[in-house]
């Protein structure tokens, strides 16, 4: 009974880890908006806010490309962290698209 579960908080824990790469990614992200709008805005070019969108597509797939998700699931972790995960690398591909596409309109609009 025991070895059950200690190995189901293994892989809780092991789903958490996941949980801190998503938002790991997130962070990065973020930060990668941060820089290029800086970038953007001293040399009032905002083509290159609209390229840091690639970046974060790409982020959002190579995160999406471990199947965190799928990950997770198979080690029974806790609904909140799969949402959670869900989320974020939806969130990291949708921002990334749009700016990546409208992202040197904000210039016009700044």
């Not at 869900?86 to 904000?106: H, K, P, R, S, Y």
Request: with cysteine; hydrophobic share 55%.
């Amino acid at each position: 009974m025991l070895g059950i579960i200690k190995v189901h908080r293994d892989d809780v824990s092991k789903s958490i880890r996941l949980s801190y790469r998503i938002a790991w990614a997130f962070v990065v992200s973020v930060f990668v908006l941060i820089a290029f709008y800086a970038i953007s805005k001293f040399m009032n070019d905002w083509t290159w806010f609209a390229r840091s969108g690639s970046i974060l597509v790409c982020i959002g797939v190579i995160t999406a490309s471990y199947d965190i998700k799928g990950q997770m699931e198979k080690r029974r972790a806790p609904d909140a962290y799969v949402s959670q995960a869900i989320f974020l690398e939806a969130t990291i591909v949708v921002v990334g698209t749009l700016v990546w596409g409208f992202g040197d309109l904000v210039g016009h609009i700044i």
